[in-house]
């Protein structure tokens, strides 16, 4: 398990708790490949009837290691598949997956929580998927998912423009299922995480199946996104974008 990604099991809820604070709690490779660990356990655990995600007091997550992504633009090798392996296990999940937000919650930190069953937002939450500015193209499914959700006109804000959401527009979006203050943000998430765990299991998974429907189609989409994702990497604006996030401190300072 990587230092950065802690697990906990209680009271048939698995904790997944991203814990990289120091860097906005951007997700590496190793952090990728450890939350697919973390569901598959879930998966594969009787007892374990459900995951929570949650991040860190005032950040949930800055969506990927944006020095991973310049490396991967550098360089002639393919990136790691780590982070597909991720969005495979949260996309199929048959068990309920539950996210506890607090902060900032970007690119595949927003993305993730389209594939979420219940998710729980502090008022402080900001949610924002700047693909467009970096270069890139919408992942995880959210090209399929977000207009889904939320209509063209506000996926496109969101996935396109790059506009950022407040807690109360991502409930009015569809992706969040409760505003909650601050202070109560993990209690409450893992309530619910526990409550759900709690209800009778066959009863739940064949409700949640009929709820979700057929995933095959985000499975697929992703899937697409994620070639077009791996040639915008290696892209000149993305180069530039990401080679201007890395640089930012240097403006700052002078
Ligand atoms: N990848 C790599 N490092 C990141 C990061 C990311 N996605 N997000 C934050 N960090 C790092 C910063 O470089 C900084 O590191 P340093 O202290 O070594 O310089 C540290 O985390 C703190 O971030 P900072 O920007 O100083 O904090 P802030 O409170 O001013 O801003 C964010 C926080 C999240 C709004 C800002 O860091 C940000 O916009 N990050 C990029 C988000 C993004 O575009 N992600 C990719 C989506 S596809």
Redesign the pocket.
């Given at each position: 398990m990587d230092e950065h990604v802690l697990t906990s099991a209680e009271r048939g809820v698995l904790t997944v708790r991203i814990n990289r604070p120091?860097?906005?709690n951007?997700?590496t490779a190793a952090m990728y490949a450890a939350l697919a660990n973390a569901l598959d356990k879930a998966a594969a655990h009787k007892d374990i009837r459900v995951t929570l995600i949650l991040g860190v007091p005032g950040?949930f997550c800055?969506?990927?290691?944006?020095?991973?992504?310049l490396q991967v633009s550098m360089s002639n090798a393919p990136g790691s598949n780590a982070v597909f392996d991720f969005l495979e296990r949260i996309i199929m999940a048959a068990k309920p997956v539950v996210a506890g937000v607090d902060g900032?919650a970007?690119?595949?930190?927003t993305t993730m929580l389209m594939h979420c069953d219940h998710v729980v937002a502090s008022e402080a939450s900001v949610f924002?998927?700047?693909?467009v500015?970096?270069g890139?193209v919408p992942?995880a499914g959210s090209s399929l998912l977000g207009p889904r959700l939320m209509g063209h006109h506000r996926a496109f804000a969101l996935l396109a423009m790059g506009e950022p959401l407040s807690a109360a527009e991502a409930l009015a979006a569809g992706f969040v299922s409760h505003v909650v203050p601050v202070a109560e943000l993990e209690e409450r998430a893992r309530a619910a995480a526990q409550a759900i765990a709690a209800k009778p299991p066959e009863a739940l998974e064949i409700s949640r199946r009929l709820i979700r429907g057929d995933r095959t189609d985000v499975l697929h989409r992703m899937r697409e996104e994620a070639t077009l994702f791996a040639e915008r990497l290696k892209s000149e604006e993305a180069r530039a974008a990401f080679m201007a996030?890395?640089n930012?401190?240097a403006g700052k300072a002078s």
């Open positions: 120091e860097k906005k951007a997700l950040t800055a969506g990927n290691d944006i020095a991973d992504f900032v970007i690119g595949v930190g924002r998927t700047p693909f500015d970096l890139i992942e996030f890395m930012r401190g």
